[in-house]
């Protein structure tokens, strides 16, 4: 067996362009739709009709430096152990993290109603909750890597539940649905990485079967009660204004640029609420082409984390691969009116800065590991020699 | 290396995602096509709802600049049921400010309805009062309601505005698009959790206020001729009465009665007693019947003074001359049926002229003879009569003209002095101001111009003209003869000292005949050599004495001395010339 030096970084045939490609594009036309979706209200507010496409656009120029920078230093020096006895990078910056969001939630800034975002002074806000994202997947990955065996009884799971449940409850409290979505992506790691399923069945059919029943029994959220009644709640106004403009799409849609309800109707039209406006202007074909383009995204990742010699490294794209799916499927459901609506940013698409780089972060990770596909595959190459 | 079962996992997992984003390309398929048509309809519903600011409807003048339609500032009352904090004394204080029943009140505000109209057109000093409580979840609205100053006056050719504000009938209908505006709008933001966005200015769209309407009308005039036609609706206990006074030069119009009229700010109330409960049907066709504008909109025989039009075809054509002799025994020979002349001893001896001045309808019948039923048509047309006015107030009738292939004897004498066709009053208006006016054929209107609100877009409305539609020749020998006709002849009611007046009287039977029921009328213009106002006034039923010349000339004669010095007509030396 000839000896790959870890020095030569793996090799550059095998990184993966397909991904950089569609990553780089998705994010371009979310700064197309944010534009045409937020130029008539930034024109109004802040009379400058391009406020939010700068805004993002320095958002991803910035993530894409932070992407392709980050594709190039191995990911595995996350699991470089520290001075202290066990510890590596992976719990330094989760720990991290979870020390932002208890700052975040008694010195954050409150955004409609909600304490989400730190200021960074003349720089602006940043939502910590994207970061703690990807420390989670950073963090799992690692548990997982080290303790594989232990998921296969119900104990590893509750274990590893055990490890995320401070994040879940910080982030929780001001920020339901992003709490939901990094329950998710634990949850869709573990289920990957074990050997045993029949406790996740039981698992996801014990959560689904308590959703049911609570939404029957009565007790209404109000959030529920807006869900139900979204043609006359008044509190169902967006999410009743995105129908209108779903509707409006019909087959090819009313053209780019052309969206009625983004002038005013559709409050924050730029933001979870994009893919209402990208049915609108391009149609049903227009907005089954963005899903189908966020379908190939994750297939690119899947093909990466099967491919990949590294359980660590697979275990990053799983998580990776969780967290643009579910937020893909969370936001179109919403804005269907098919869930209760909860806020949900379209990855790499919806207005948003953190959401946006910290999302670009992770695809950095997931391309620097495409690379160490290669370097397996190679080494595959030599055994059989 | 990534072991199998977590491979299989892993696909698994992928292939649980493509079919979530299947079935949501599935649910968006279904909304954006199956649900398209429900939803466009709500979208339009929606546009609707939003609380709309409604433009100010343009002011219509009169040509004084008297305001005859204006807007007095209204409110609507409503409530928003999540947002009210304090119901009961949000109900206390509705009932008392509005003097509505607490129950009816209490049944609104306590509706789970996103927004509940309590009541509208409230005064805006009410709702003034309202606003000063302060009350959460209490909506005011500030609105305009259709005020029209003068009440009563040309009540149908003004016209009134419905509960959205749009023209029901008269100017106001014609001039919708004009004085109407365009509506702003207010949209309040909410997001996703359905919080209500701070520091989100709520959205509105500015209301643009329509364009005002300046008109012909003269309000003194209007009011001298609407006193003067209930003065004779009175007097002969008649149906009604209708009067128009029309520039003859460019046909701007001064003045149009339609007596009995109106309340314009009451436009649903009924003018008459009624016995009784009204069903809908009934009182729908009586408020009908009250807002028709029976100058434009019912024809009817216009008897003698059509005689104008066919002495000016007569003249057009060649037939006849001022001197043409002419004979009546009266009554004359036509097929084989004999027609009376309302003299039943006869005229006599008698020339074109004296043949006017009579009335005398042998002579027509000989008139209508020789010109011919072609020669009459031709001016006829020329005159309008076979075409609508083109006047700017909707619901004008159509003339009911025989055919010319189908009049025959009977008929081209009976044409020839009114009678066997019908005719609005406008037209015959039209027709003789076309024969006094030097021969152009002009369009009757009220419209001037209409000006933005700013006052800085202003547009003068222009009419179509005809010239020539008969000769100078013939237009000077009519006027001339009309005003022997008022000087020494049928007309003599209409003679006003210091005034040289032309004019021409009717009466005519209405159908069925022998029924006694008649309309009384008379067009008469002033000054006779150079016309500047005509009018024609029509008693429609009127009890006792029925001959125009008695009951209908003493209207515009009365008329004229009022409004004759008003429009400064001056005073000359008068032709009394009893030949």
């Not at chain 1, 569609?22 to 400058?48: H, P, Q, R, W």
């Not at chain 1, 691969?321 to 009116?337: C, K, R």
């Not at chain 1, 590991?369 to 080494?379: P, T, Y």
């Amino acid at each position: 067996m000839a000896k790959v030096g870890r020095e030569k970084e793996g090799t550059w045939e095998s990184y993966d362009y397909s991904l950089l490609f569609l990553t780089i594009f998705l994010a371009c036309f979310g700064l197309v739709m944010i534009y045409s979706s937020s130029s008539y209200i930034a024109e109004i507010k802040y009379k400058d009709a391009a406020y939010f496409l700068k805004r993002q656009g320095i958002a991803i120029v910035l993530g894409s430096i932070a992407m392709l920078v980050i594709s190039r230093v191995d990911y595995r020096v996350f699991l470089k152990p520290l001075p202290w006895k066990g510890i590596n990078l992976t719990a330094v910056f989760y720990v991290f993290a979870l020390l932002l969001q208890l700052y975040t939630l008694f010195f954050g800034i409150k955004i409609n109603e909600a304490r989400r975002w730190i200021s960074l002074g003349p720089l602006g806000t940043i939502q910590p909750s994207e970061l703690t994202k990807v420390a989670v997947i950073l963090f799992v990955a690692d548990l997982i890597y080290k303790r594989a065996k232990i998921l296969e009884r119900m104990r590893g799971f509750v274990y590893i539940i055990l490890f995320v449940s401070p994040a879940i409850a910080l982030i929780g409290k001001e920020n339901m649905s992003t709490a939901l979505v990094i329950m998710g992506i634990t949850f869709v790691m573990c289920f990957v990485a074990s050997r045993k399923k029949a406790y996740f069945f039981g698992c996801a059919g014990a959560a689904v079967g308590g959703i049911i029943a609570i939404i029957n029994s009565g007790w209404r959220s109000k959030r529920v009660e807006i869900w139900r009644n979204v043609e006359t709640s008044e509190k169902a106004f967006q999410i009743r204004q995105g129908l209108y403009a779903i509707a409006s799409g019909g087959l090819f849609g009313t053209g780019l640029g052309e969206s009625m309800q983004k002038l005013g109707f559709i409050p924050e039209a730029y933001n979870d609420m994009i893919f209402t406006v990208i049915c609108e202007e391009l149609g049903l074909v227009g907005a089954s082409a963005v899903i189908l383009l966020f379908l190939l995204l994750i297939l690119r990742i899947f093909k990466i984390a099967i491919n990949t010699n590294d359980l660590f490294g697979a275990m990053i794209c799983t998580g990776v691969m969780a967290h643009i799916s579910i937020q893909v499927i969370m936001n179109v459901l919403v804005v269907t009116n098919s869930i209760p609506s909860t806020g949900i940013p379209l990855p790499l698409i919806s207005y948003g800065g953190s959401s946006v780089i910290f999302l670009l972060m992770e695809m950095g990770i997931v391309l620097n590991i495409s690379r160490n596909v290669g370097r397996s595959q190679m080494a595959a190459l030599n055994r059989n020699r | 290396m990534m072991k199998t079962h977590s491979r299989r996992s892993l696909l698994l997992v992928n292939a649980v995602i493509f079919l979530l984003l299947l079935v949501l390309i599935g649910r968006l398929a279904y909304l954006m096509i199956g649900r398209a048509d429900y939803y466009s309809q709500k979208i339009q519903d929606m546009h609707e709802r939003e609380r709309s600011i409604k433009a100010e409807r343009g002011i219509i003048y009169d040509r004084n600049g008297n305001i005859l339609a204006s807007n007095r500032p209204v409110c609507t009352i409503s409530v928003i049921y999540s947002q009210m904090t304090d119901r009961e004394q949000v109900i206390q204080v509705l009932s008392d400010e509005l003097g509505l029943g607490e129950e009816e009140v209490r049944k609104k505000v306590e509706k789970v309805s996103s927004r509940e109209k309590i009541k509208s057109n409230v005064d805006k000093e009410i709702g003034d009062r309202i606003r000063e409580y302060g009350l959460d979840g209490v909506m005011i609205d500030e609105d305009y309601k259709r005020y029209y100053p003068y009440g009563e006056l040309a009540s149908k050719v003004l016209g009134f505005t419905g509960a959205d504000n749009q023209g029901i009938i008269g100017l106001e209908v014609y001039y919708e698009s004009t004085l109407k505006g365009t509506d702003g709008k207010i949209l309040t933001l909410t997001n996703a959790k359905g919080i209500e966005m701070e520091n989100e200015a709520e959205n509105r769209i500015e209301p643009a206020a329509g364009a005002s309407l300046y008109t012909s009308l003269d309000v003194n005039i209007q009011e001298y001729v609407q006193q003067a036609c209930e003065k004779a609706l009175e007097a002969k206990n008649a149906k009604r009465v209708g009067m128009i006074v029309m520039n003859p030069q460019n046909g701007e119009i001064y003045a149009m009665a339609n007596v009995p009229e109106f309340d314009l700010n009451e436009p649903y109330t009924l003018n008459i007693e009624t016995e009784g409960e009204l069903t809908q049907e009934k009182k729908t066709e009586l408020l009908n019947t009250m807002w028709r504008n029976f100058c434009i909109s019912d024809t009817y025989e216009p008897g003698s003074a059509f005689k104008i039009v066919t002495a000016a075809s007569a003249l057009e054509a060649g037939t006849v001359t001022r001197n043409s002799q002419f004979y009546c025994p009266g009554y004359k020979n036509v097929e084989d049926r004999i027609i009376h002349c309302h003299n039943r001893s006869g005229h006599g001896a008698e020339t074109f002229v004296d043949g006017i001045k009579n009335s005398c309808n042998p002579v027509f019948m000989e008139i209508g003879e020789r010109t011919g039923i072609k020669n009459l048509y031709q001016t006829f047309r020329k005159l309008g009569l076979f075409s609508k006015t083109g006047i700017d107030v909707p619901g004008e009738s159509s003339s009911i003209m025989h055919k010319e292939e189908n009049v025959g004897a009977v008929e081209l004498a009976t044409i020839s002095f009114g009678q066997s066709f019908q005719i609005t009053p406008m037209q015959l208006l039209t027709a003789v101001s076309t024969v006094i006016n030097g021969g152009t054929k002009i369009t009757p209107h009220f419209g001037v111009r209409t000006v933005s609100a700013d006052g800085e877009n202003i547009r003068v409305l222009s009419y179509k003209e005809e010239k020539n539609c008969v000769s100078k020749e013939t237009s000077e020998t009519m006027k001339d003869v009309l005003e022997q006709v008022v000087a020494s002849g049928s007309g003599n009611k209409a003679y006003l000292e210091g005034f040289r007046i032309g004019g021409k009287t009717a009466t005519s039977e209405k159908l069925p005949r022998k029924s006694g029921k008649y309309i009384a009328s008379f067009v008469g213009f002033a000054p006779a050599d150079n016309p500047e106002v005509i009018a024609i006034v029509m008693i429609d039923e009127p009890e006792g004495t029925y001959y125009g010349g008695t009951i209908a000339t003493p209207v515009v004669s009365e008329v004229y001395a009022n409004i004759l010095p008003y429009l400064g007509i001056k005073k000359q030396e008068t032709k009394v010339a009893f030949d």
